[in-house]
Antibody, heavy 120, light 107 residues
Framework: EVQLVESGGGLVQPGGSLRLSCTAS????????MDWVRQAPGKGLEWVGR??????????EYAASVKGRFTVSRDDSKNSFFLQMNSLKTEDTAVYFC???????????WGQGTLVTVSS | DIQLTQSPSFLSASVGDRVTITCRAS??????LAWYQQKPGKAPKHLIY???TLQSGVPSRFSGSGSGTEFTLTISSLQPEDFATYYC?????????FGRGTRLEIK
């Protein structure tokens, strides 16, 4: 059974940093691109960033709203995926979901989400 | 960036009704479109990929169609568990974007 479990969310002040982690199980982690998607309270879904699979050299992509502030990374040896968030803004407040790319142009498995609150 | 425009943004319907949600892309995206269902407080659930292929385990009352810039999600006979918010998403390049969602409520 595929499982994605996020951790690391919490309350942080504007300008601060936070690192989210996602631990995967039930599939060959290195074969899949992995993404972060966020959802601000009462709002829709926003793609944040991606790290591609081992075959694509773990290259990354980012949404313009986070580029230069957020960094996605992964450790295939530990089936883990990370989101380092720096220079946080109040508008980064959201539930952050760890997501698996299906390799068929969709996101087929989602974690339960972890809440990040940026507030003074 | 490719914009996805979903319509309607809100839909009120009854159990047993047939409903259709439309997603229009600001430029052609081939068939690289997915649909998701989200219930309050839960992660989205993957329904359809490549515009028309049903994800394993999704009931056959759900169907998708379209290519290029216009896509539809149809639920042939609404069941009580289908009342939720639905999102389309393109994966035809970066940034990946989602539609703003269609909230489906019980009439």
């Amino acid at each position: 059974e595929v499982q994605l479990v996020e951790s690391g969310g919490g309350l942080v002040q504007p300008g601060g940093s936070l690192r989210l982690s996602c631990t995967a199980s039930g599939f060959t982690f290195s074969d899949h691109h992995m993404d972060w998607v966020r959802q601000a309270p009462g709002k829709g879904l926003e793609w944040v960033g991606r790290t591609r699979n081992k075959a694509r050299s773990h290259s990354t992509e980012y949404a313009a709203s986070v580029k230069g502030r957020f960094t996605v990374s992964r450790d295939d040896s530990k089936n883990s995926f990370f989101l380092q968030m720096n220079s946080l803004k109040t508008e980064d407040t959201a539930v952050y979901f760890c997501v698996r790319d299906s390799n068929n142009y969709s996101f087929d498995y989602w974690g339960q989400g972890t809440l990040v609150t940026v507030s003074s | 960036d490719i914009q996805l425009t979903q319509s309607p943004s809100f839909l009120s319907a009854s159990v047993g009704d047939r409903v259709t949600i439309t997603c229009r892309a600001s430029q052609g995206i081939s068939s690289h479109l997915a649909w998701y269902q989200q219930k309050p407080g839960k992660a989205p659930k993957h329904l359809i990929y490549e515009a028309s292929t049903l994800q394993s385990g999704v009931p056959s009352r759900f169907s998708g169609s379209g290519s290029g810039t216009e896509f539809t999600l149809t639920i042939s006979s609404l069941q009580p568990e289908d009342f939720a918010t639905y999102y389309c998403q393109h994966l035809n390049g970066y940034p990946i974007t989602f539609g703003r969602g269609t909230r489906l409520e019980i009439k």
